[in-house]
């Protein structure tokens, strides 16, 4: 069984405190640039998500307790009280979860074109129980993986833009293997997005959610519809791809956060 560990990279000096959730196949250092602006009014926390850089746990869900669980632990050993967030792509799902489940410790929740609001067909198919033990499957052997891929262009399952992001980002076993375990393991921290609403109206806290208008993994046609009865939501869209997100953005964050 894999040793657990959740790991962090400190930074800054500031008086708040802002945790810094990654995307897929990243790992911590991916926010660097934007802590460095920050490590005068902020004390950054940048982790590795699960089965990402040095994080590791077993091979086994993850739930909300363990989470919150885990958390605990992390804010008393570090003196954390009220805390921001800025998230990316996979790492809004854990950016999510965090908030629904200490909503009176965050002050201001910033996404970058989250998972966990909108769900694909594709996820839902995924992380079905009777389809999940064949999607491990396909993963694992490449054949089968390049033959769900040829099936999804021939039939226009997946918009083109989708299809080549798969072909780019799992040709490697590895890749594909965390591709199983973060859609697999990670299902539980999802919250109906009526529930988002219910919560983060009710204690009031700011909603940053910046989108890119060519982004076809997290497209705003999706996301945004189901968040519309958020009262403390402000949209920001910049003319951008998904993986160019991160990029085109860190002049916008540092200037939601001071």
Known sequence: MARHCLHYQKSG???RTILFFHGFGQKHTLFE???????DTH?????DLYYHGRSTRANKPLSKKEWKARLEVFFESEGIDQFEIVAFSLGGRFALATTMLFPERVQNLILIAPDGIWKTIWFRLATHPLI???????MLHPRRFHQLVEVAED???ASHSLIRFAQRELQVKSNRMRVFQSWTYFRPLQYHP?????EFSQHEIPVHLVLGSKDFIIPEAKVVPLLDNLTTLHTHKLPAKHHELVSRAKQLIPSLLN
Do not use: M
Not at 33 to 39: D, V
């Open 13 to 15: 000096s500031g008086s």
């Open 33 to 39: 640039e934007w802590t460095c602006q920050l490590k």
């Open 43 to 47: 004390t950054c926390y940048n982790f």
């Open 132 to 138: 999940n033990p064949l999607f491990r499957h396909i």
């Open 155 to 157: 039939f226009s399952l």
């Open 194 to 198: 009526d529930a988002l609403v219910k």
